[in-house]
């Protein structure tokens, strides 16, 4: 019985150390027919969040664009305590095509992965600015983030306390360092040691 639970408990604290707890905060659903404000051009908006600590791996956000084909490239991000504060990192975006408005606005999803932003846990706050897209940075294309109303406060540099817009931030509980084996592996591994712990014992008793 001792050895059946002593093998039960290593199982399960490998498989714990292959699953840390992911921490994320979304302001809610995408809105895409009220409004949006322009993060380019020397417009600059901040949206607040919460978040237990951890590392900031992923930042998803909706946008309006008047192009079908000059879409988001680029953008800085910043990620503080205070709205419009940190210090500001460019980040590469993917785009995912929603739909159209009733206003003849594109809307599309912006992905940006593979972040690894330290974040010590609690309330903080999300900048938007220098949005570039396919034609250049601050060229003739405006990007609007999505204004979705959400739990958030935000702010738009030009004209102080706005709604909130549709985002979200995704991460890792603790270090999302380099790639860790898969769960399979380190419990083939695992059952590996109990067995041969068992061959020992039968041998040596």
């Known amino acids: 019985m001792r050895t059946a639970s002593l093998s039960l408990l290593t199982i399960l604290y490998l498989m714990l150390a292959v699953a840390p707890a992911m921490a994320s905060y979304s302001n ?104 570039c897209s396919t034609s250049g940075c601050s060229v003739s294309n405006p990007i609007y983030w999505d204004e979705n109303s959400g739990p958030s406060t935000a702010y738009a540099n030009t004209v102080g306390s706005i709604p909130s817009e549709a985002f979200t931030l995704g991460g890792c509980g603790g270090d999302c360092g380099p790639p860790i084996p898969e769960p399979s592996s380190i419990l083939l591994f695992g059952s590996g040691i109990l067995g041969l712990g068992g061959v020992l014992r039968r041998r040596l008793f």
Do not use: C, E, K, M
């Open 28 to 131: 809610g659903p995408y809105n895409g027919t009220t409004d949006a404000w322009t993060i380019n051009f020397g417009f600059t908006v901040s949206d607040s969040f919460t978040l237990s600590g951890g590392t900031v791996s992923s930042f998803h956000f909706v946008y309006w664009d008047a192009s079908a084909s000059d879409l988001l490239t680029t953008a800085d991000l910043q990620l503080d305590t205070t709205s419009f504060g940190g210090s500001a990192r460019t980040v590469a975006f993917s785009n995912t095509f929603l739909g159209t408005n009733q206003y003849g606005y594109n809307l599309y999803q912006a992905d940006a992965t593979g972040l690894f932003i330290p974040w010590s846990g609690g309330a903080g706050y999300v900048t938007l600015s220098n949005a």
